[in-house]
């Protein structure tokens, strides 16, 4: 059974940081592995898809790493900015015919201005 | 190009009613999945469905809960004699293919009186 854990479950941070939210799973047989932010009271907003054979991604501030054999992924912000503040979740998907993502807890982000 | 739909946003029931709760995905997208958060917990995989098809069901409850994802119109999770237990978001999302990206619509917020 797959099992996604977020450290940590909370983080607060100066505007202007850079830093790195973490995300490890139990299951390296992984199709693919997804970030999420979540604002409060609202859905989730996808930003950025790794898919199994690759290593990162990027997309402007952001830089999602993904190591299958450590069963570990990882999410760079840099320059973080007060509007950067929401839950960052991590999903994986397990395989294509199934279609099933398991979802770790989250890291809130809170940015100070 | 709208993005994932989702009604009612918010949807208020006794204990016993019915609920449907509604998903229109992207266009173009055939591939739907439901998912509930509830109060205080992480995003939970419910079902996963292709036109007129359940692919994984393996995250419905196995009573009161159903799913459907018609050849017209838009996905449908069904929960029968709804308890207060049922009350939380669930969200729907879609993606063009087996294994693509995901995109959420904003939810539906159940409470069950």
């Known amino acids: 059974k797959q099992e996604v854990t977020q450290i940590p479950a909370a983080l607060s941070v100066p505007e202007g940081e850079n830093l790195v939210l973490n995300c490890s799973f139990t299951d390296s047989a992984i199709y693919n592995l997804q970030w999420f932010r979540q604002d409060p009271g609202k859905g989730l907003t996808s930003l950025l898809l790794?898919?199994?054979?690759?290593r990162e991604q990027t997309s402007g501030r952001l830089n999602a790493s993904l190591d299958k054999s450590s069963g570990r992924s990882t999410l760079y912000i840099a320059a973080s900015q007060p509007g950067d503040s929401a839950t960052y979740l991590c999903a994986a998907l397990h395989n294509t015919n199934a279609g099933k993502s398991t979802f770790g807890d989250g890291t809130t982000l809170t940015v100070k201005p | 190009n709208a993005g994932v739909m989702q009604n009612p946003r918010h949807l208020v029931r006794r204990r016993g009613q019915e609920a449907r709760l509604r998903c229109s995905p992207m266009k173009g997208h055939s591939h739907v999945y439901w998912y509930r958060q509830l109060p205080e917990e992480g995003l939970k995989f419910m079902v996963y469905?292709?036109?007129?098809?359940?692919?994984?069901e393996s995250g419905m409850p196995k009573e009161r809960f159903s799913a459907e994802f018609p050849k017209e119109g838009p996905s449908i999770l069904r929960i029968q004699q709804v308890v207060r237990g049922d009350s939380a978001a669930y969200f729907c999302?879609?993606?063009?293919?087996?294994?693509?990206?995901?995109?959420f619509g904003p939810g539906t917020r159940l409470t069950v009186l």
């Open positions: 469905l292709q036109k007129e098809n359940i692919i994984d």
């Open positions: 790794i898919q199994s054979s690759q």
């Open positions: 999302a879609s993606s063009p293919s087996s294994g693509g990206t995901q995109y």
